[in-house]
């Protein structure tokens, strides 16, 4: 069995949709539970990158207190396996967790390649570029929460070294095999979907057919677009954007969904948007966060759509959390990162990170996107 430990929702979704799309029986929690269920691959979504630093650190020490029974083989009928999946932006309290999880479970160092080669994502000479530029000089410098202020690997992650984390290059997928070829059994491997991918091939899984997606149903859906990388959709039905008033924190978020609950009565398919950015730092965004999941709750409780989708981990998470659901089985990957999920509850999950396309999920007929 391997467990997975990712610290938003849609990176635990990225990771669970390429489990589910390589014939492994996978499931996704956003609590940990006292015993690990039945199926192959476990993919906990922890939100750590939306806590402080020392939030993080306490969490993932907590949780690797409890996966250290887990971990250890001889207390098991087989084996269980730990991957701790990172942002492919660097963004998040990675060493803070890398090292409660070092400190707490049987392993004695980790490898850490964050870089995607399938999205041009990559390292070379400890250089961080996203399609050919360092990312320092991408739109990830002014990310809000983990802005990109250097894109040398050593000097975003400084102290890797002496808490014994490797960072190699990986411009491309052949250098990720020969990073995984050359793991240990006391080697934790973190890092992106790419490293995760290559992991998971060089344990001998091969990714099986899949049916071409036909699009998803317009008719009872409600889309929650909460990143700050989120582009304009355009798909026939009802667009609802935060007003500035409630953004900047000036009116209650109240006002805002009384407008929501008449639109979604009229017809239970809508978009909820964050128009404005101009705002910074982690207490505005956790405040919006919460005022959008306020917002999501509210319609729930008039309508429970057969289609729930959202754009941005942080913002899905706050939404599910207010909803009480934390047990999802995992369907299928509609393209890479969009992956489809079911609660108990009977509610169609989407989930997608903001930077992500959204693939053919929205290619019914009738229907554009921008």
Request: hydrophobic content about 40%.
């Amino acid at each position: 069995m391997i467990v997975v430990i990712a610290d938003d929702i849609t990176g635990a979704a990225e990771i669970a949709g390429i489990a589910c799309a390589h014939g492994l029986q996978t499931r996704l929690q956003t609590e940990v539970e006292t015993h690990l269920p039945s199926c192959d691959v476990l993919v906990i979504a922890t939100d750590t990158r939306s806590m402080t630093q020392l939030e993080a650190e306490a969490f993932s020490r907590q949780l690797a207190e409890r996966l250290e029974g887990w971990l250890q083989r001889k207390k098991m009928s087989r084996p269980v396996r730990l991957f701790k999946k990172t942002d492919s932006a660097l963004r998040g309290h990675v060493m803070a967790e890398l090292s409660a999880l070092l400190s707490l479970t049987c392993y004695n160092r980790a490898v850490f390649v964050p870089a995607n080669p399938s999205k041009k994502r990559v390292i070379r000479q400890g250089i961080y570029e996203i399609d050919g530029k360092p990312i320092n000089e991408t739109d990830f410098a002014s990310d809000p929460e983990f802005p990109a202020f250097s894109a040398v690997m050593t000097e975003r992650f400084p102290q890797a070294a002496e808490m014994n984390i490797l960072m190699p290059d990986a411009g491309s997928e052949e250098e990720l095999m020969k990073v995984v070829e050359g793991l240990s059994d006391d080697t934790l491997p973190a890092g992106g979907a790419d490293l995760w991918t290559a992991w998971i091939h060089h344990m001998g899984f091969v990714r099986q057919n899949r049916r071409p997606f036909e699009g998803i149903c317009l008719d009872d859906i409600l889309i929650v677009c909460g990143s700050t990388q989120s582009r304009p959709l355009h798909l026939g039905i009802n667009i609802a954007s935060m007003p500035v008033e409630v953004y900047d924190n000036t009116v209650p978020v109240t006002s805002w969904i009384q407008e929501l609950k008449v639109c979604y009565t009229d017809r239970h398919a809508l978009i909820l948007t964050i128009p404005h950015h101009h705002l910074t730092g982690h207490e505005v965004a956790k405040r919006l966060r919460g005022a959008v999941a306020v917002a999501v709750r509210a319609l729930m409780d008039i309508h429970q759509p057969a289609e729930l989708v959202f754009e941005g981990g942080a913002t899905a998470f706050a939404c599910l959390s207010t909803l009480g659901w934390n047990d999802y089985q995992v369907i299928g990957e509609v393209a890479p990162g969009v992956v489809r999920m079911k609660a108990p509850q009977g509610t169609v999950i989407t989930l997608k990170p903001g930077s992500y396309e959204w693939g053919p999920l929205f290619c019914r007929i009738g229907t554009s996107q921008e």
